[in-house]
């Protein structure tokens, strides 16, 4: 049985290595070949000793999801359905920006969690990704792009923020993550890698302690009582306790700001009181908050806030100084904006009325 090398981040590699009797170096000449070569042959490491690849040939294979379809919208937003089991499919997506590339990667195939206005969601939940799956939407995207836009960086910014919940798969993450930030590997900036949460205090607290990160949490409402019913995980870690956790990860984040995002739903909660109610829980939280138009998917109940109501609410946190910008809707063509992600999820929470929807 081979090993896929994509499971490891630095520290397993390394092991690796030195299980196989080889000199340390190795594991970092053969990281950069992976990662910031993207190369997942091993004849063609051109400065690794023969007898090192072939030994590699016989034990050791890269083995990154496999791509089922890929499709570019309109605007050159590109979303890829990836293959990660048997029955269940994962999507990514990749947002091309004058000043920045982003990619928008999974962590879980589905979700568990069952915002109520979300689609991913609504599918119902498998199992988590391991780290060949999670790094492995990074590798491909890197390939193929770089394929199609030739020498340079085209990813500069990673964002946690497809299916699933990235802090209930801790560990598979944040090995993910020590590979995107090393120098030996992607080499991006802490300040450049976002991942967003629904607001697992545990896992907030955690990832503080274990790689910190940009943070963006998943907020769309000002008061218990509507987050109770937007966003259920509420009711285990109300927002007391999460803007608590959220201070306390403040002490070692990259950014001195916690992003706090609000899908605006039309008449649940983009009224003027809704807004004086955020402004006055957000008041001791050093934050932003990104306004999304909510994107609509079949089946839903909710509506879009009109283009009015959202830029009134805009202007309310606005004017009261908190910098509040409103998320431009990408890639909607292709079911590739926020919150349509959906894949092809074996179910295993027997949710009433599975989701599928992986067109492209």
Aim: glycine share 8%.
């Amino acid at each position: 049985m081979t090993t896929n090398l994509l499971e490891f981040d630095g520290d397993g590699l390394a092991r690796f290595i030195n299980d196989l009797g080889e000199k340390p170096f190795r594991a970092r000449q053969l990281q950069r070949w992976i990662h910031r070569n993207g190369e997942g042959d091993f004849a063609r490491m051109s400065d690794l000793a023969k007898e090192f690849r072939d030994r590699l040939l016989g034990c050791a294979e890269i083995r990154a999801p496999r791509v089922l379809r890929s499709g570019e919208s309109a605007d050159g937003t590109y979303k890829w359905l990836l293959e990660v089991d048997g029955g269940s499919a994962i999507e990514s997506v990749f947002i091309p920006e004058s000043e920045r590339g982003t990619l928008c990667i999974s962590t879980q195939a589905g979700c568990a969690l069952d915002c109520s206005f979300c689609s991913t969601g609504k599918q119902g939940f498998n199992r988590n990704l391991s780290v060949a799956e999670i790094i492995g939407q990074l590798w491909i995207a890197n390939r193929e792009l770089g394929a199609q836009a030739g020498a340079g960086r085209v990813i500069s910014n990673v964002v946690l923020m497809g299916m699933g919940e990235p802090l209930l798969n801790f560990d598979n993450t944040v090995a993910a993550l020590r590979l995107m930030l090393d120098d030996n590997a992607y080499g991006l900036s802490r300040r450049r890698v976002t991942l967003s949460t629904s607001g697992i205090v545990p896992g907030i607290d955690a990832l503080r302690d274990a790689c910190p990160v940009a943070l963006a949490v998943s907020l769309h409402a000002p008061s218990d009582a509507l987050r109770d019913k937007l966003v259920p995980i509420n009711r285990k870690y109300p927002l007391r306790v999460l803007l608590d956790a959220c201070l306390r990860y403040l002490d070692r984040a990259p950014r001195d700001f916690i992003t706090f995002e609000y899908v605006m739903l039309d008449g649940v909660n983009d009224t003027a009181a809704h807004a004086q109610e955020l402004l006055a829980l957000v008041e001791r939280v050093p934050c932003k908050i990104n306004l999304i138009p909510f994107n609509p998917f079949p089946g839903t109940g909710y509506r879009r806030s009109s283009r009015e109501s959202i830029s009134a609410f805009s202007q309310s946190l606005n004017a009261a100084g908190i910098v509040t910008t409103v998320r431009k809707t990408r890639g909607e063509d292709i079911d590739a904006a926020c919150g349509q992600l959906a894949g092809q999820v074996i179910d295993r929470t027997r949710r009433a009325g599975k989701f599928v929807g992986a067109e492209i």
